[in-house]
T-cell receptor, first 112, second 116 residues
Framework: AQSVTQLGSHVSVSEGALVLLRCNYSSSVPPYLFWYVQYPNQGLQLLLKYTSAATLVKGINGFEAEFKKSETSFHLTKPSAHMSDAAEYFCAVMNRDDKIIFGKGTRLHILP | DTGVSQDPRHKITKRGQNVTFRCDPISEHNRLYWYRQTLGQGPEFLTYFQNEAQLEKSRLLSDRFSAERPKGSFSTLEIQRTEQGDSAMYLC??????????????FGAGTRLSVL
């Protein structure tokens, strides 16, 4: 069965510092992986997706993620954090029935 | 393209009452999904439709829950005899269906249910 594990329910970084949110997946089929962002009291917005093309995926708002099959990882990064990046981030995998399985989320805090 | 729309955004109800939520998907999206998100958790799949056909229901969806998509466009999710444990954010998503690489789900803003 497909699943994702997000390491760290809360991550704090200083404004301007590197953002790194970790995600490991398990999948019995070639995985399709996603990162979604959720701002308070809002739905989920797609940040980026990996669908077996390039292993380095660029998304919106300066975020990118790298698919590493050997490590079964799909970590999300951004070179320089901005205050507006404070939100909850969800890593997700699409299973063979096209249903999305979400991780528990990582809340990103940006310190001034 | 106005995105996925959900109504209401917030619902407060007393235990034992029935509630109904509505979701309008992105135009021409064949698939529509319902998820539930409780505090501190990621969304969990409840059910989904391909056009008007309900293809799968999670075991999270008890008999008190029912979902419909009568004309293959908007969908409703009804909870009967609400319980405090039903308090959650209910999210709707839609996707075009078809080729897997293009079958990306787009989410609405959700309906937050509080059962008192």
């Amino acid at each position: 069965a497909q699943s994702v594990t997000q390491l760290g329910s809360h991550v704090s970084v200083s404004e301007g510092a590197l953002v790194l949110l970790r995600c490991n997946y398990s999948s019995s089929v070639p995985p399709y992986l996603f990162w979604y962002v959720q701002y308070p009291n809002q739905g989920l917005q797609l940040l980026l997706k990996y669908t077996s093309a390039a292993t380095l995926v660029k998304g919106i708002n300066g975020f990118e993620a790298e698919f590493k099959k050997s490590e079964t990882s799909f970590h999300l990064t951004k070179p320089s954090a901005h205050m507006s990046d404070a939100a909850e981030y969800f890593c997700a995998v699409m299973n063979r029935d096209d249903k999305i399985i979400f991780g528990k989320g990582t809340r990103l805090h940006i310190l001034p | 393209d106005t995105g996925v729309s959900q109504d209401p955004r917030h619902k407060i109800t007393k235990r034992g009452q029935n509630v109904t939520f509505r979701c309008d998907p992105i135009s021409e999206h064949n698939r529509l999904y319902w998820y539930r998100q409780t505090l501190g958790q990621g969304p969990e799949f409840l059910t989904y439709f391909q056009n008007e056909a309900q293809l799968e229901k999670s075991r999270l969806l008890s008999d008190r829950f029912s979902a419909e998509r009568p004309k293959g466009s908007f969908s409703t999710l009804e909870i009967q005899r609400t319980e405090q444990g039903d308090s959650a954010m209910y999210l709707c998503a839609s996707s075009p269906g078809g080729v897997r690489t293009k079958n990306i789900q787009y989410f609405g803003a959700g309906t937050r249910l509080s059962v008192l």
